[in-house]
């Protein structure tokens, strides 16, 4: 089974630039996370989809952020403009469905580093 | 008061040692509990979930959940160098859309475990 799929790996972009991150999940997983994981922190959820609608967004910076899954399989995180403080991996993560007993599974990551 | 708890460390013990690490939690009504382990710059990766009350046994890993007391805890035998990571609590926290129930899954800061020859 594949596990969760992520692009790109890395980018490297300046400040005020714009960037995009793709996710696609473990094929028949409902759910799909964005988390956004500081050098030395753990995970903050950023945003929640269950199918193509959102669960929770309450930690998305939505002036600079956001994120889409129209078709409920794969997602966009974007950034614009990015800020030196948008330095972190972004994991994205998915489960079979969104409810209490559900295990998460994580994608590689992309590791952004704003200049 | 933050949501899931865990002492940053670092832990450091012995190799053979038992390494205990403790987590703890503000949402009451919190019913599904996870143990993440991060290899340093690599994803977060799944080693044990717990539900209810009491002990979970993997291996060398148990996992132990006091609702009442607002705790879970993973207990390592037999440490090796090899479990020298980032250990990660989540809690998977109640959360009402569109009248239907869902978990957000949300972590503490993690715990860095060294386990030294």
């Known amino acids: 089974e594949a596990g969760v799929a992520q692009s790109p790996r890395y980018k490297i972009i300046e400040k005020r630039q714009s960037v995009a991150f793709w996710c696609n999940p473990i094929?028949?997983?409902?759910?799909l996370y964005w988390y956004q994981q500081i050098l030395g922190q753990g995970p903050k959820l950023l945003i929640q989809?269950?199918?193509?609608?959102?669960?929770?967004d309450s930690q998305l910076p939505k002036d600079r952020f956001s994120a889409e899954r129209l078709k409920g399989v794969d997602s966009t995180l974007k950034i614009q403009p990015a800020k030196l403080e948008d330095s972190a991996v972004y994991l994205c993560a998915s489960s079979l469905e969104g409810i209490l007993n559900t295990e998460a599974f994580f994608g590689q990551g992309t590791r952004l580093t704003v200049v | 008061q933050k949501e899931v708890e865990q002492n940053s460390g670092p832990l450091s013990v012995p190799e053979g040692a038992i390494a205990s690490l403790n987590c703890t939690y503000s949402?009451?009504?919190?019913?599904?509990f996870f143990w993440y382990r991060q290899y340093s710059g690599k994803s977060p990766e799944l080693i044990m979930s717990i539900y209810s009350n009491g002990d979970k046994e993997d291996g060398r890993f148990t996992a132990q959940l006091n609702k009442a007391s607002q705790y879970v805890s993973l207990l390592i035998r037999d440490s090796q160098p090899s479990d020298s990571a980032t250990y990660l609590c989540?809690?998977?926290?109640?959360?009402?859309?569109?009248?239907?129930?869902?978990?957000?899954?949300?972590f503490g800061q993690g715990t860095i475990l060294t386990v030294h020859p």
């Open positions: 094929s028949g997983h409902a759910t």
């Open positions: 989809f269950q199918n193509n609608g959102v669960v929770d």
């Open positions: 949402d009451r009504v919190s019913q599904s």
């Open positions: 989540a809690v998977n926290m109640p959360l009402n859309a569109g009248g239907t129930s869902y978990g957000k899954l949300t």
